[in-house]
């Protein structure tokens, strides 16, 4: 069956960085694109980063430009985020997803981990 | 505040059809297509209708879903207890470039 399990998160300081991790097992993993979403604390879902599954194609949204590195290492079945310059609004639980859907307007997610929670607080 | 509006809660009694509606604009769920997504409590998301109004296998056929203009509503009809979690709708925005969701609905089983 389909496992996506993150990890990396923690606790970081304003301005540090974090690098988060989801291990996929249960599917070709190199078949597929996947996405980052995010959840603040009692807040609605946010669309971090999409990558294609060769990682020739990234997108990210306008919050994290610049700052977010999304990355993918097929051989290990594994796909990275790396935050750097990190604020206080980027806290929340950070998924995994696998992304469906041929083209950008037709995304969707039909799998997804169980997520990891980054805070960051001085 | 999210592009896609919700209302923050909805509510039924087992047996009850229910409705959570999803509004958005020309950009959005006029153009493409919308998403459904259930998060039981302390859980990961869950697809739940994909492509206005498909239901992926293993989702029961009480839950459709339904698009018109720049509105969406998903349905749940024969309402159990086990369907008390968040619901939260998306769609791809043409104008923002990036898949946008709603705030989500919390829905009560009375």
């Known amino acids: 069956q389909v496992q996506l399990v993150e990890s990396g998160g923690g606790l970081v300081k304003p301005g540090g960085s974090l690098r988060l991790s989801c291990a996929a097992s249960?599917?070709?993993?190199?078949?597929?694109?996947m996405s980052w979403i995010r959840q603040a604390p009692g807040k609605g879902l946010e669309w971090v980063s999409y990558i294609s599954n060769s990682g020739s194609t990234i997108y990210y949204a306008d919050s994290v430009k610049g700052r977010f590195t999304i990355s993918r290492d097929n051989a290990k079945n594994s796909l990275y985020l790396q935050m750097n310059s990190l604020r206080a609004e980027d806290t929340a639980v950070y998924y995994c997803a696998r992304t469906l859907g041929r083209i950008s307007s037709s995304w969707y997610f039909d799998y997804w981990g169980q997520g990891t929670l980054v805070t960051v607080s001085s | 505040q999210s592009v896609l509006t919700q209302p923050p809660s909805a509510s039924g009694t087992p047996g009850q059809r229910v409705t959570i509606s999803c509004s958005g604009s020309?950009?959005?769920?006029?153009?493409?297509?919308v998403y459904w997504y259930q998060q039981l409590p302390g859980t990961a998301p869950k697809l739940l209708i994909y492509?206005?109004?498909q239901r992926p296998s293993g989702v029961p056929d009480r839950f459709s879903g339904s698009k018109s203009g720049t509105s969406a509503s998903l349905a749940i009809s024969g309402l159990r207890s086990e369907d008390e979690a968040d619901y939260s709708c998306?769609?791809?925005?043409?104008?923002?470039?990036?898949?946008?969701f709603g705030g989500g609905t919390k829905l009560t089983v009375l």
């Open positions: 249960g599917f070709t993993f190199s078949d597929y694109y």
């Open positions: 998306a769609a791809w925005d043409d104008s923002l470039s990036g898949v946008i």
């Open positions: 492509r206005n109004n």
């Open positions: 020309n950009s959005n769920i006029g153009s493409n297509y």
